[in-house]
Nanobody, 123 residues
Framework: QMQLVESGGRLVQAGGSLRLTCASS????????MGWFRQAPGKEREFVAA????????YSADSVKGRFTISRDNAKNTVFLQMNSLKPEDTAVYYC????????????????WGQGTQVTVSS
């Protein structure tokens, strides 16, 4: 099993920044592609960004390109999501997820999930 714990979510004003952190334990972290997803009230969970096991490759959703950056520290078994220029439509529960293969955008393709952290952006 792989345990993932997200942190860093809070209330922030539009235009502000947040950094989400996901700490991993239980499996060899540097063998997994890591992803961030989000789910807003009344909406389906959507892909935000993903990073390959080495950190060499990343991919982000069009809605966050240029504003959000995913990174990882394999020595600390941690993945980050730096969120800048936040908008009210970024309000959601943000989830960290892991999969054993390459970067994918479907949530069904990820095997391990955290419990989520709430991000609320006020206008």
């Amino acid at each position: 099993q792989m345990q993932l714990v997200e942190s860093g979510g809070r209330l922030v004003q539009a235009g502000g920044s947040l950094r989400l952190t996901c700490a991993s334990s239980g499996r060899t972290f540097n063998r997994y592609t890591m992803g961030w997803f989000r789910q807003a009230p009344g909406k389906e969970r959507e892909f935000v960004a993903a990073i390959s096991w080495s950190g060499a490759d990343t991919y982000s959703a069009d809605s966050v390109k240029g504003r959000f950056t995913i990174s990882r520290d394999n020595a600390k078994n941690t993945v980050f999501l730096q969120m800048n220029s936040l908008k009210p439509e970024d309000t959601a529960v943000y989830y960290c997820a892991a999969r054993g293969g390459g970067i994918r955008t479907g949530d069904y393709e990820y095997n391990y999930w955290g419990q989520g952290t709430q991000v609320t952006v006020s206008s």
